[in-house]
Nanobody, 128 residues
């Protein structure tokens, strides 16, 4: 069974940091673009960051650029999101996702419906 599982969410004060992880099982995602999205209550799912298959290219949403860093370890089939200088507006459920085939698109597609495999999400709450 193909599965993505996020971890590392929690409650943090504004200005603090969190590191999210996404572990994949059931198949290797080493050849595909992997992404993070987030969804706040009452809002649409928002693109956060993407990393290409090798980890050599990354792409960020404007709201997190300069504060968040995406990385991946294909040998371990994992992906991470280091979040620094967190703001209350970063509060959301964070989801990792992956293409299930190599689309070749770069810059990455920022629409959630493009990605085939999703985790269950992890809550990040930033208090002011």
């Amino acid at each position: 069974q193909v599965q993505l599982v996020e971890s590392g969410g929690g409650l943090v004060q504004a200005g603090g940091s969190l590191r999210l992880s996404c572990a994949a099982s059931g198949r290797s995602f080493g050849s595909f673009t992997r992404v993070w999205f987030r969804q706040a209550p009452g809002k649409e799912r928002e693109f956060v960051a993407a990393i290409n298959w090798s980890g050599g290219s990354t792409y960020y949403g404007d709201s997190v650029k300069g504060r968040f860093t995406i990385s991946r370890d294909n040998a371990k089939n994992t992906m991470s999101l280091q979040m620094n200088s967190l703001k209350p507006e970063d509060t959301a459920v964070y989801y990792c996702a992956s293409e299930a085939y190599g689309s070749g698109w770069w810059p990455p597609i920022q629409r959630a419906e493009h990605y085939d495999v999703w985790g269950q999400g992890t809550q990040v709450t930033v208090s002011s």
